[in-house]
Every structure is written in structure tokens, then in C-alpha cells.
């Protein structure tokens, strides 16, 4: 859930900026977005530096590039670290299901049906993933409820002129809105620099950030070494100003599917660290700075 959460309220924030001339969707590849190609760019990175083996870390989203690298360049790489990361994207649980790998699965079984309708097999196919669909889409439903019901009443504020007319003052504004630390080169990465120095045209056009999420997979934990940096229970990063009542009852849900994230992880990978960090933000690595450089520390100097 709160992979998306972020970008979705820069872009609504920064909704009222104008275009600018000589930037549009044109410009940006239609696909290439999918979780083993930016597994393929970064493992690309890592070839063109000459770095041999390195311990690569990941947050929110990148779980599914540090899993794809990591299923795909097992003997290159000498670990993975997931900064709230390990979630259904990187970790697939078969028993729960996730919904956009299980709408892309769905999707694909679709399209050959095509071929053969009456494919008796294939029909089979169909029906269990309209099934494995159903399960995880009432996951995603449920979570987006809670969070819909705690968040109901008056609409978020827009950013003023003051708050738009530069990165510090618009990470602050974004900040306020989730209730926590946001890192400002994100928001660097998400909006171009406007003539003034203010919040620009968002960089990507919404498809990219569509075709992202089409192109998660139904991972496997990595057989390599494993580190997984949790911030369980998490600081809330719903909107200020929501109900206090049902914004717990919501933190509690996300709670109890950070654990079962947890243990998919442990059961498919029995030797993988966890290193839960009560109270911490999804930025974990800003909330908690210490304890997470100490953990990824350890963990560096106890592989082979």
C-alpha cells in the first residue's frame, strides 16, 4: 500500500503546474519497466563500475529489483538488503496472494486462452488464476478500505505558492501530509526544477508509474544471504488530520500484513536476518538512521 502512497501525493499536490514546452510522454519509453529489466540496468551499473559481488540494498519498491537481481544473478551479488522492501512484490506467499503479479498472471492466461478457448487445460489454468485473483484483490480492498475510512471528511490541502516555490518548502508540505520524514531527493527525482527554482512538470507521465507496477512478479525468496529492515509497527504515514480511531484500526491492518510478510520471508528463507525497528517511518533509513546503518553493518561483515 504505501509503496504508492508517496508518489501519489507529490502528484496530486503538484497537480496545478502547468506544463512545460519541450518535455512530454513522447520522450519517455513505452516499456522497459518491468522488475527484471531494472534488475538488468542496475546489475548493468554494477558491471560498467567493476564492482565484484556487491551487497546491494533496496527500499519500498526496489524489493522487486533486489529479488529479480538476486533470482536472476544469484552468483554475483553476495546479498540483498531490503529497507522495508520484503513485501508481496519481492516475497510472493502463493497462500496470499498478491494482487498486481495475480492481475498480470490473470492477464497473460487471458491472452492464451485466445488461441484455444475450448482448451480444457488451459480453462483449468483460467479458473484457478480468477481464483488466486479474487483472494488477493480482497486483500487490496480491504487495505485500501482502511485507509479510505480513516482518511474520510475534509479533502487534503493544496500546496500554496510559498510551498511550491521550492523543494525544501514542498518536502515539508508532503512531510505534513504523510506525517513523517520524506527524503528531498525523491522529490528531486519525481518533479523537474521550474525557471525560478520551484516544483516543475512531474518528470514521468502516470504510464511509467502504471507500467511499474504491471510488471511485478510472483518472486521467490533469493537463495542468497538476506537482510530485511522492518519499521514494525510502522509510524503512520496516513495523512494528518485523520480519524484517530479508524487511522489505528488501519496501522493495525498494515501491522498484521507487515508480520505475515515477515514470516513468508522466514519460511522460504530460514537463514535471512530481520531487524525489526519499532515505531520507524518507511524511510527507515532517515526515521532510524542509526540502527539501520549498524544492522546493514553486521551484516556486510558476517558474509564470506
Not at 479474487?134 to 479533502?155: H, K, M, N, V, Y
Not at 493495525?252 to 514470516?263: G, K, N, P, S, V
Request: charged share 20%; net charge negative; glycine share 8%.
Amino acid at each position: 500500500m504505501h509503496r504508492s502512497r508517496l508518489s501519489r501525493v507529490a502528484r496530486d499536490g503538484a497537480s496545478q503546474q502547468p506544463a512545460r514546452r519541450g518535455f512530454g510522454a513522447s520522450s519517455v519509453p513505452k516499456n522497459g519497466y518491468d522488475a527484471d529489466r531494472l534488475a538488468d540496468d542496475v546489475m548493468a551499473v554494477v558491471k560498467a563500475l567493476d564492482i565484484d559481488r556487491p551487497i546491494l540494498a533496496g527500499h519500498s519498491i526496489a524489493g522487486e529489483e533486489l529479488s529479480a537481481a538476486g533470482t536472476h544473478y544469484q552468483g554475483k551479488i553476495a546479498g540483498l538488503i531490503y529497507l522495508d522492501a520484503a513485501h508481496e512484490y519481492a516475497i510472493y506467499d502463493q497462500n496470499r496472494g498478491a494482487y498486481h503479479p495475480d492481475l498480470s498472471h490473470l492477464s497473460a492466461q487471458i491472452s492464451r486462452m485466445h488461441n484455444d478457448p475450448t482448451d480444457k487445460s488451459q480453462m483449468t489454468k483460467l479458473l484457478n488464476e480468477v481464483s488466486v485473483l479474487q483472494r488477493s484483490l480482497g486483500s487490496e480492498l480491504a487495505g485500501i478500505a482502511a485507509d479510505d475510512a480513516s482518511t474520510t471528511g475534509a479533502p487534503p490541502p493544496e500546496p500554496t505558492p510559498k510551498e511550491l516555490a521550492s523543494f525544501p518548502a514542498f518536502r515539508c508540505f508532503v512531510s505534513a501530509q504523510l506525517g513523517g520524514v520524506i527524503p528531498e531527493d525523491e522529490i528531486r527525482q519525481t518533479f523537474a526544477t521550474s525557471a525560478t527554482g520551484g516544483i516543475g512538470k512531474q518528470k514521468a507521465p502516470a504510464f511509467v508509474y502504471n507500467a511499474i507496477l504491471e510488471g511485478e512478479e510472483r518472486f521467490h525468496a533469493p537463495d542468497v544471504p538476506i537482510l530485511d529492515i522492518v519499521p514494525v509497527p510502522r509510524t503512520s504515514d496516513l495523512p494528518v488530520g485523520s480519524d484517530e480511531a479508524k487511522r489505528q484500526a488501519a496501522d493495525a491492518l498494515h501491522t498484521r500484513m507487515q508480520e505475515q510478510e515477515i514470516a513468508t520471508l522466514q519460511r522460504q528463507q530460514p537463514s535471512a536476518k530481520i531487524v525489526r525497528i519499532p515505531h520507524g517511518h518507511h524511510f527507515v533509513f532517515l526515521s532510524n538512521p542509526a540502527e539501520v546503518v549498524s544492522a546493514m553493518t553486521r551484516f556486510g561483515e558476517q558474509l564470506p
